[in-house]
C-alpha cells in the first residue's frame, strides 16, 4: 500500500512576465502518464499560438514515480529540467506543470531562461491547493432487505461512498472506502448482521 502523499487539489494556472515574455504555468493533478500527455495536448489545443509549452510531470511518488519533461525548443537543459527539479523538491505527486511561453521579442539567454522558468514554476506552486491523495477500495456487499439501512449507515459512518446497489432477491451495494477505513467497516458489518454479512474488496491489487 502507498503512504498517502499530497497532489494538486484543481488545476491552477499563474501569470509571470519576463522582458515581455508571458510564462503561464498551468499545474494539474494527474493520475497517469497517459493523463499527463492528454493534458499537455489541451493546453497545446488551447494557446495553439505560443512559442513554447515547456512541461514536467511526476505520476506517482515515493519509490515508483514517472517522469517526464521537455524543453520544448528551447536550449537544451534551461527549461524543461529545473521545472523538475522544482517538481521534485515540492514532496508533490500525481502532477504536471506546463509553462506556456509567448515570446516578447528579447532573448533572455541560458541563465535569464533557468529563471524565468523557474520562477513561473515557483509562483505556480506556493499559490497551489493541495490535498492528500488516500489509495482507496472498491467493496462489494451482499445482504438481506433486512439488513440494507443498517448497513448503508455503517457505509456512511466509516466514510464510504456509494457507487452502485442492486436490488434482486437480496441488496447487493458497491462502495468505495479509503484503505484505512475498510477493517473497521468490516468488523463493524459483521457485528451488526451478526456473521451473516462479509464485504469483499473488488479492486485489490496487493
Request: proline letters at 6%.
Amino acid at each position: 500500500m502507498t503512504d498517502p502523499y499530497r497532489i494538486p487539489a484543481e488545476v491552477h494556472r499563474i501569470e509571470t512576465e519576463v522582458a515581455r515574455s508571458r510564462f503561464i504555468a498551468t499545474v494539474a493533478p494527474v493520475g497517469t502518464v497517459e493523463e499527463a500527455k492528454a493534458f499537455l495536448a489541451q493546453i497545446r489545443a488551447e494557446m495553439p499560438d505560443a512559442s513554447h509549452h515547456v512541461y514536467a510531470f511526476r505520476v506517482g511518488h515515493g519509490q515508483t514515480v514517472t517522469e517526464g519533461m521537455s524543453d520544448d525548443g528551447e536550449p537544451s537543459g534551461t527549461s524543461g529540467p529545473p521545472v523538475l527539479a522544482i517538481l521534485r523538491g515540492s514532496g508533490l505527486g500525481d502532477i504536471i506543470v506546463v509553462v506556456t511561453r509567448y515570446f516578447g521579442g528579447t532573448k533572455l539567454g541560458t541563465g535569464g531562461l533557468v529563471r524565468a522558468y523557474s520562477e513561473a514554476t515557483h509562483t505556480a506552486l506556493n499559490s497551489l491547493k493541495t490535498e492528500e491523495k488516500i489509495e482507496k477500495r472498491l467493496l462489494g456487499i451482499d445482504m438481506p432487505y433486512s439488513l440494507y439501512q443498517p448497513i448503508k449507515k455503517l457505509v456512511e459512518e466509516h466514510n464510504g461512498v456509494i457507487e452502485d446497489e442492486t436490488f434482486t432477491a437480496d441488496v447487493a451495494i458497491m462502495a468505495m472506502f479509503a484503505v484505512p477505513d475498510i477493517e473497521p467497516f468490516v468488523l463493524a458489518v459483521r457485528d451488526a448482521s451478526a456473521g451473516q454479512v462479509e464485504p469483499i474488496v473488488l479492486d485489490d491489487d496487493e
